[in-house]
Structures are given as structure tokens and as C-alpha cells.
């Protein structure tokens, strides 16, 4: 499957995050990778997407709907922050 | 109950135009409720439901400028796809679809900003760089921008009467089949190309499919140009 980039995860993310996700600035728990969200390779199937890192390809962050609830999993990102 | 309209809501979009680019490609002008504007750059979400209840949501980049007001979305025919044949060949004045956004705050581009811009197009990657183009005219902007352009066909470049006037230097490479008395490029975009054509140090939009924008990133990134300054979308299909 072809993978896009974090751009294309904005709106769904916007269900999540009050600040804009493209611009947010994450540092990938695997291998220490910081970088801007918009250029993380996203991956999406129909229930949900994955984002994953640019340099180590580690999931970053797992967004899924279904079952009657909306799931987050972000334990492969170690920081996340946006400038302000 | 809040009045408010939040861009993350779904909304029912009106379309109030349509225009066609290209064989394969429309331009819809949106009435959406609520619309607070857009930076050039930035996308929106729409969903389609079918009769049964079947739902396929995409994202379109905004082709207008800032300055249009209604926003207006240029959709090229993917063969096979599922919604953007509806978009391009079924839509008609007044249909209606869900439309949220707009979304995305990096990959966007403000007249404000004084460094060089270099943008490049694989096909229809070209709508949020015509939206960056549209707003640098209208804004007055002096900032050196130039694009270049990967098509197939000259029948597949969107814009091509108002590029002529758009006030950059436009450089347009045909990967497929090129017009009779064409002289330029006829090849992917390549190392030689960018280093022929691109405007280096300044900024770099790409937006095109995924193997068009990370080859081009390479190439860039190979010339020398640092990768912060290098800003990329890939687009999907459907």
C-alpha cells in the first residue's frame, strides 16, 4: 500500500487535537527522529491510519474507529510540541 | 446548541460552479456554510454518501486564493476512481456533499514571506501551488517564485491559459507525449532538471503523487538543499 504524509491526516486528527497536527513537531520514541507531523508517512485503510516515522519507519501514531468508539495510540511518539 | 461553525465540522457544501480544466479535470466553486477564509495551500475534506448509506471521503487541496472567498476545488478523474469520476463527469450546479476544513497549517505559503519559492508539480499536485500562485498575483508579492510543472500531456496541464499570466516563470516538462513544436523538456523531472531550472536557497513546495514528491525531495536534498527548507504533499487517489 502507498503511503502519503501527515498532510493528509489533518482532518481526521482534527477530532482529536485542538491544534493543527501538520504543524506539530514530533519526536519519534524509536529512534529520536524530530520532525514536523505533515511529513510522517501515513498510511490509511478504512478504519483508521497510521502514521509512521520518515527515518525509521516505527509507528508513531494509531488513530481507529470502530466498535463504537474513536482510539488513539501514540506511544511511539516521545514528544510532541507546536511553536507557538 | 453553539452556533459556532468549527472548520472540523462536517458541513453541507453547495456546489455553485463548475468549470472544466482539462478533459479530465473540473474546478467547483463551493458554497459552504460558515466559511472563514483559507491559506493558500491548506485542504479540505469531503465525503460522498451514496443512496444506501455507503460513505468515501477524500481530500481536494483548494485551488483559489485566499482572496477569492469561496473556496473553489480542482479535481482530476483517476481512472478507476471512486470519487472523483462523480466530482468531474456527474456533478452538477446545486448537488450538495459534506465538506470539513480547511485543514493543514505547514504546508501553506503567505505573502508575507520574503524568501524565494520554488514550486513543483507532478499533475495535479499543481492545485495548491495555483492557489500560492493566485494569492502571490493578487497580494503584489515581488518575492522570486517559479514553478515547474511534470505532465503527461499538454492536455492534462490544469491552468494553462492563466499560467501564461500568472506573473512566474513557469517551466513545464511532458513525461508522456509532448506537442508537436515543443523544444522543452520531455522526461521526468531529474537531477539535471532541477539543477537547470530550480530556484535553490529559497523554499520548496512539492506536491504530487508519492513517488513524484520523494524523488524530487531526493534530488533536492542531493544538490544540496536542506531539507527544512524542502515542504511536501502527496496526494492519493480516488
Known sequence: MEHLDGNAAAGELSEVFALDVTTAVATCAGCGMTGPVAQAMVYEAGMGTVLRCPQCDAVLLRYVRGGGELRVEMRGIRVMHWPT | ?238
Open chain 2, 1 to 238: 446548541m453553539s452556533s459556532v461553525i468549527r472548520a472540523t465540522d462536517w458541513r453541507e457544501a453547495t456546489v455553485a460552479a463548475i468549470a472544466p480544466e482539462t478533459p479530465r479535470a473540473a474546478t467547483l466553486t463551493l458554497d459552504v456554510p460558515g466559511w472563514d477564509g483559507h491559506r493558500a495551500g491548506q485542504h479540505v475534506d469531503v465525503r460522498l454518501t451514496a443512496e444506501d448509506g455507503y460513505r468515501a471521503q477524500r481530500s481536494y487541496s483548494i485551488a483559489s486564493a485566499p482572496e477569492d472567498g469561496r473556496p473553489m476545488i480542482t479535481v482530476e478523474e483517476l481512472f478507476d476512481g471512486e470519487v472523483s469520476p462523480w466530482f468531474v463527469q456527474v456533478a452538477a450546479e446545486g448537488d450538495m456533499f459534506e465538506v470539513r476544513g480547511p485543514f493543514g497549517g505547514w504546508f501553506v505559503w503567505d505573502a508575507s514571506e520574503t524568501q524565494p519559492i520554488m514550486l513543483i508539480a507532478g499533475g495535479s499536485g499543481l492545485v495548491p501551488l495555483m492557489s500560492m500562485l493566485r494569492h502571490r498575483r493578487n497580494a503584489g508579492s515581488q518575492v522570486p517564485a517559479k514553478l515547474l510543472v511534470s505532465a503527461r500531456e499538454a492536455d492534462d496541464v490544469l491552468y494553462a491559459r492563466e499560467l501564461e499570466t500568472i506573473g512566474v516563470d513557469v517551466v513545464l516538462t511532458y513525461t508522456r507525449r509532448a506537442p508537436r513544436d515543443w523544444t522543452g523538456y520531455t522526461r521526468r523531472v531529474d537531477r539535471a532538471m532541477l539543477q537547470e531550472t530550480a530556484i535553490l536557497g529559497g523554499r520548496t513546495y512539492i506536491c504530487g503523487p508519492t513517488t513524484f514528491v520523494e524523488t524530487v525531495a531526493d534530488h533536492l536534498v542531493a544538490l544540496g538543499e536542506p531539507p527544512a527548507n524542502i515542504r511536501t504533499e502527496r496526494f492519493g487517489g480516488g
